[in-house]
């Protein structure tokens, strides 16, 4: 059983279009962190939300983290064939403070 | 900018060999992980380490496993006996608290 679901698994898209990302749990999370990773590359920390109902912006890319700390979306703004990657959610529950849960991720594909 | 860096980028090994994974975390960092990724499949937690000393581990940590920070700036996955299903993407992280940071990985291929 995945203690972070991600939905949806596979996300094909034209650019220019929006894209939303989800990330769900029913366990809290003390922070909660998105990644990007490219084919045989490690991923790539995008943001970390820590507060509930916090909302980040880094450029086109939108990420909240809900009230109650259990769930979490990216929302990319006017897609671009560079976004194409597997986005990853992970977060440390408020239990184990030693081990990062990460989601199976969410691949996207942007075509030109 | 300071990053994490792992060595080799690649490893081939004969079944039943012994190899060692070496990470350099960035420098301020407490906490240490490997993770390792199957071709086309999740990132799997394998340790933690923070204080000198294992914190975490999952069920694919066996006794085959071991880790260690020799010298205060390098973190080694050591895998004995290795078998077929071994072959991944090992990545090395690092964090202060609440902000992991990656390393390139290592891809370990046994034959």
Known sequence: TQLLEQSPQFLSIQEGENLTVYCNSSSVFS???WYRQEPGEGPVL???????GEVKKL??????FGDARKDSSLHITAAQPGDTGLYLCAG????SWGKFQFGAGTQVVVTP | EPEVT???SH???QMGQEVILRC??????????????ILGQKVEFLVSFYNNEISEKSEIFDDRFSVERPDGSNFTL???????????????????????????????TVL
């Open chain 1, 31 to 33: 922070s909660l962190q």
């Open chain 1, 46 to 52: 995008l943001v970390t939300v820590v507060t509930g």
């Open chain 1, 59 to 64: 450029k086109r890319l939108t990420f909240q």
């Open chain 1, 92 to 95: 440390l529950t408020t239990d």
């Open chain 2, 6 to 8: 792992q060595t080799p």
């Open chain 2, 11 to 13: 490893q081939v090994t």
């Open chain 2, 24 to 37: 350099v975390p960035i420098s301020n960092h407490l906490y240490f992980y490997w993770y390792r990724q």
């Open chain 2, 78 to 108: 050591k895998i004995r006996s290795t078998k077929l299903e071994d072959s991944a993407m090992y990545f090395c992280a690092s964090s202060f608290y609440n902000e992991q940071f990656f390393g390139p990985g290592t891809r370990l």
